[in-house]
């Protein structure tokens, strides 16, 4: 591992344990055991410590959501199965990282939104008009309309505003979203889908 995977490494370990505003330069150095000139020859400053774990944490998003969508049975699948995914992601991470990323970050934080904006939007209006054309989705709603709510669904739940880290699970109220969110969009064959991917018996 080189000193700049290193750095990324344990600064992506740090952040996502304490948070990003409270370590400094000083902290992530006696953590990795390396001195500070070290990190300095690879990152001038903490910014772009932050930036270029977006970059690669972006990277490997992509990747991931791809294969989901492309390996998905149905849109149903593709949702539990990111549903899955944002368990692992989440789970591991402190949510204050992202008040942070979106008040002290914004040039980071418009990278990351842009990629929801771009890339998931696009992929959710792609899974909507699949599910469509597979009859789980309700061919009267409007694909832009909704894929836009749940765009507004990911960053609200991200933001704390609405629904405040000190007072909610992230991880809980993303899924919740989620669920509401597929509940909403799908018809009653989906509906039967949805159900018995969770393992529920229900007369509609």
């Known amino acids: ?119 998931i939007l696009n992929r959710v209006e792609q899974s909507i008009e699949k599910g469509k054309k597979d009859g789980l989705v309700r061919q009267d709603i409007n694909t832009r309309i909704l894929s836009l709510l749940r765009i507004e669904e990911i960053t609200m739940a991200m933001s704390g505003q609405v629904f405040p880290h000190d007072k909610f699970n992230m991880l809980e109220v993303q899924l919740a979203l989620t669920e509401h969110f597929l509940y909403g969009i799908c018809t009653l064959k989906g509906h039967k889908l949805v159900n018995k991917y969770k393992k529920i018996n229900e007369d509609e």
């Open 1 to 119: 591992m080189t000193h700049k995977e290193k750095i990324l490494t344990g600064c992506k370990e740090l952040f996502s344990r304490y948070g990003i505003k409270n370590i400094t330069m000083d902290e992530i150095a006696k953590q990795l055991g390396i001195s500070k000139k070290t990190i300095y020859q690879e990152f001038p400053d903490k910014d772009s410590v932050v930036h270029s774990l977006m970059m690669a944490d972006l990277e490997i998003r992509q990747r991931e959501f791809e294969e989901i969508y492309n390996n998905s049975e149905n849109v149903v699948d593709e949702v539990f199965t990111i549903m899955k995914k944002m368990t692992e992601i989440f789970s591991t991470c402190n949510p204050v990282m992202y008040y942070d990323l979106q008040k002290y970050y914004p040039k980071t934080w418009k990278v990351f939104s842009d990629f929801k904006q771009k890339f």
